[in-house]
């Protein structure tokens, strides 16, 4: 009952980049530019003298702005990107058969790099979108690509397992990485202190265009079986509030390692797994080898989700269940409910993302000796 406080890979080699963060904030012609994930912003609570839980994103905005930032951005516009692209490719798999179910998400690194050394066979059924991070960062860096001034990219992130994917060859563009630094919640919170900063007295503050719109289906990225929620609201056509709280009590909702729902898509019953804790996902790839059959699959390595990553202040029980309820109330409180109806995922598809949509939105994982 207790949220991980080692990371679950056991393996990441655990860096502090926030000397290298605060080296790029000095350099006055650098542009220097943050993405803040959906856990992030209902875990600052105690330390920095505000209730865990509570959202505190408008202070996360202004503080990184009086850092010296200079373009703050919210991964769940990333996360909106990732819904899209999931939906579509969970539709294009169920088109062609049965056997090339289920599509397993792969926006958590740690089950990436689990799955790439331990469970050779369920690869090829990995998501090829990258994780919103990656998504968000190669759009930014693609957005500024014809500037002369150097621009490096920094994402606030739960865990140090994002460290390990930012520095993956994959993600590199022709600049270097898309991603230059992760700092971990623990990480930024530092920084508040070091600089400072009264961030509880602060006065919250939007984020920046062009990318300033997001989604509730994005924020809820940050929870197990946010991401299944989000995709399953792309995907029925049912368009009703009645059609949302459904999807919601389904059953993706709630705290345990492996959860089971059905739903219904036209004629046929979907049928959905959302698992966190690596030992749960290798427990359900068992069953699946041993006949059971499921159509998606949602895999967080950190028992509860990102909410719970290694990167964040530790908590119990209690705390995590009220991060939780922090980002699905920001979800309610969000104008905009399903990814497709964020109006820059419009203008993003039309402009810098066309005839670029697999280059700067896909990648393809491969398994690794072990
Ligand atoms: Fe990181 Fe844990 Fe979230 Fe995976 S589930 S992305 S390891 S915080």
Redesign the pocket.
């Known amino acids: 009952g207790q949220c991980a406080a080692v990371c ?1 890979t056991g393996a990441i080699v655990i860096k502090n980049d926030s000397a290298r963060v605060w080296k790029a904030l000095d350099e006055k012609e650098t542009r220097v530019s943050v993405q803040i994930a959906p ?1 992030v912003r209902v875990a600052l609570g105690k330390e920095l003298g505000i209730g865990d839980g509570e959202n505190a994103m408008g202070l996360i905005v202004a503080a990184l702005r009086r850092m010296g930032f200079n373009e703050v951005f919210d991964t769940s516009t990333g996360a909106d990107l990732t819904v899209l692209e999931e939906s579509a490719e969970f539709l294009a798999r169920l088109g062609k058969g049965e056997h090339e179910m289920p599509l397993f998400t792969s ?5 990436v790099s689990y799955a790439e050394k331990n469970e050779p066979e369920v690869v090829k059924n990995l998501s090829t979108c990258r994780s919103p991070m990656q998504m968000f960062a190669a759009v930014i860096k693609e957005h500024h690509k014809h500037s002369p001034r150097k621009h490096v990219h920094v994402a606030v992130m ?2 140090t ?2 460290k390990a994917e930012a520095a993956r060859e994959e993600f590199r563009g022709e600049l270097g990485p898309d991603v230059d630094y992760v700092i971990t919640t623990q990480e930024l919170i530092q920084m508040i202190k070091e600089s400072g900063i009264v961030f509880s007295e602060l006065e919250p503050e939007a984020v920046d265009m062009p990318f300033g719109t997001m989604s509730g289906a994005g924020v809820i990225f940050g929870v197990t079986g946010g991401v299944t929620e989000a995709v399953l609201r792309r995907v029925i056509s049912d368009k009703s509030a009645a059609a949302l709280r459904t999807i919601a009590f389904k059953g993706v909702r709630g705290g345990e390692g492996i959860k089971v729902a059905t739903v219904k898509y036209g004629d046929r019953e979907l049928k959905i797994a959302v698992v966190s804790g690596l030992g749960n996902a290798h427990e359900l790839i068992k069953r699946i080898k041993e006949g059971e059959h499921y159509d998606f699959v949602e895999v ?3 028992p509860g ?2 909410v719970c ?3 964040q202040p530790f908590i119990l029980r209690e705390g995590k269940v009220s991060r939780a309820k922090g980002l699905y109330s920001a979800d309610k409180m969000s104008s905009i409910k399903r990814s497709e109806e964020n109006p820059l995922m419009l203008s993003l598809y039309s402009g810098l993302l066309k005839g670029r949509v697999h280059e700067l939105l896909h990648v393809h994982y491969h398994a690794k000796e072990a």
């Open positions: 679950p856990a926006c958590c690194p740690a089950w739960p865990c397992a994002k967080m390595a950190c989700g990102c990553g290694a990167g």
